[in-house]
C-alpha cells in the first residue's frame, strides 16, 4: 500500500490509462482490413499494433503521427497489402473522437482538488490537444513525446517530467496501464507507481508489448484509485 499523504503530483500516462485507445485502435483500423476481406479478431489487430508500434518509435525520433503511417504501412506488408494514401493517417485522424474510460472524467476532477495533476505520453503536442478536450481537467503539466524527443519505455520523459516539476520523485506518483512503457521505466527514475490494470481478466496485452514489472500499488481503475488516495 503507498503513503497517499506524501504525494503533492500525480503524472498520468494518458493512452490506455485514461483514454480508451484500444477501442479507437480497432475501429480505426477494422475498416481498413475489412476492405482487404482480412478477418483478424480485435486481440489479434491489438497485438499486431504493440509489435508494430515499438518498432516504429525505436531509432531517431519521429512524431507520433509519422509512428501510426508506419503502423499501417508495416501492417500491410505483414498482411500482404498495400494501405491507399487515404488510409496511412486513419490512427491519427481517428484519434480526436477516442473517449476516456467511463471512470476517468470524475476520478480527474476529484483528485485535481487534492492533487497537481501531469501528463507522460507519447503523443504529438497537436494530437493531445483533441484528447484534452474529452479529459476536461486543466493539467498543471503536459509532457509529450514531441517536447522531449523521445517515447516511452526511454527513461528521457519522465526524468524530464521531474525536472519540469521541480519537486523531488518521493513527492511524485506516476498512474498508469502498460508495464511496458510506464511502470518499468518510472520505476528506474525513483518514481512511486500505480498499474491501473484495465485488461484484468482479458487475454494477452493488448495493444502494449508484454513486460515484467512491480508497481507500489495495483487497481483495476481510477474510481478505486480515488478510494484509496482518499
Known sequence: MINASKFQVLSFDCYGTLIDWERGIVEALMPV?????????????????????AEAEQGSYV???????????????????VPYASELDCIADSLKSWIPFPDTVEALETLKRRFRLAIISNIDDDLFA??????KVEFDWVITAEQVK????????????????????ERMLHIAQSIYHDIVPAKAVGLST????????KSG????????GQPDLEVTDLKALVTILG
Open 33 to 53: 482490413l475489412s476492405a482487404r476481406h482480412i478477418g483478424l479478431s480485435d486481440e489479434q489487430v491489438l497485438e499486431l499494433y504493440a509489435e508494430l508500434e
Open 63 to 81: 512524431k507520433y503521427r509519422e509512428v501510426l503511417r508506419r503502423v499501417v504501412q508495416q501492417l500491410g506488408s505483414k498482411l500482404g497489402f
Open 130 to 135: 483533441f484528447s484534452a478536450q474529452h479529459l
Open 150 to 169: 523521445a517515447y516511452k519505455p526511454s527513461s528521457d520523459p519522465f526524468e524530464y517530467a521531474i525536472d519540469r516539476v521541480g519537486l523531488s520523485t
Open 194 to 201: 500505480v498499474w491501473v490494470n484495465r485488461r484484468k481478466g
Open 205 to 212: 496485452s493488448g495493444a502494449i508489448p508484454p513486460a515484467q
